[in-house]
C-alpha cells in the first residue's frame, strides 16, 4: 500500500516562496505509470488539484496557478515536491499530496495533508 506523507513549513510571508515535500513510501514515484500530485483545500472551499508529476517526470499545472508552480522530484529519496512562488492570503490552504496508478485515474491514495497560512 502507498503511503504520502507532506512536509514543509506551516507558515509563508506573502510574496513569499512556498515549498513543500510529500515522501512516498510503499511504491517507487518511478514506477510506470504512477502519477503524483499536489491538490489544496482553502479553508471553507473545495478541493483544488495544483499540478502532477508522472513516472517519467513529465509535469502538467493547473492554468489557474498562472506558472507559479512548480513541482520536481527526488528518486534517491523516493520524494517529490512543490514550489509555489509569490504567494498570496488566497494561497492558504490544507495541502495535501495524492498518487494515481496512472494520470486520469481516481486519486488511490492521499497525505494527511499539511496546513500552510500565508500571513505577514
Known amino acids: 500500500q502507498v503511503q504520502l506523507q507532506e512536509s514543509g513549513p506551516g507558515l509563508v510571508k506573502p510574496s513569499q516562496t512556498l515549498s513543500l515535500t510529500c515522501t512516498v513510501s510503499g511504491g517507487s514515484i518511478t514506477t510506470s505509470y504512477y502519477a503524483w500530485s499536489w491538490i489544496r483545500q482553502p479553508p471553507g472551499k473545495g478541493l483544488e488539484w495544483m499540478g502532477v508529476i508522472n513516472y517519467e517526470a513529465s509535469t502538467y499545472y493547473s492554468p489557474s496557478l498562472k506558472s507559479r508552480a512548480s513541482i520536481s522530484r527526488d528518486t534517491s529519496k523516493n520524494q517529490f515536491s512543490l514550489q509555489l512562488n509569490s504567494v498570496t492570503p488566497e494561497d492558504t490552504a490544507v495541502y495535501y499530496c495524492?498518487?494515481?496508478?496512472?494520470?486520469?485515474?481516481?486519486?488511490?491514495?492521499w497525505g494527511q495533508g499539511t496546513q500552510v497560512t500565508v500571513s505577514s
Open positions: 495524492a498518487y494515481q496508478v496512472r494520470i486520469g485515474a481516481a486519486f488511490d491514495y
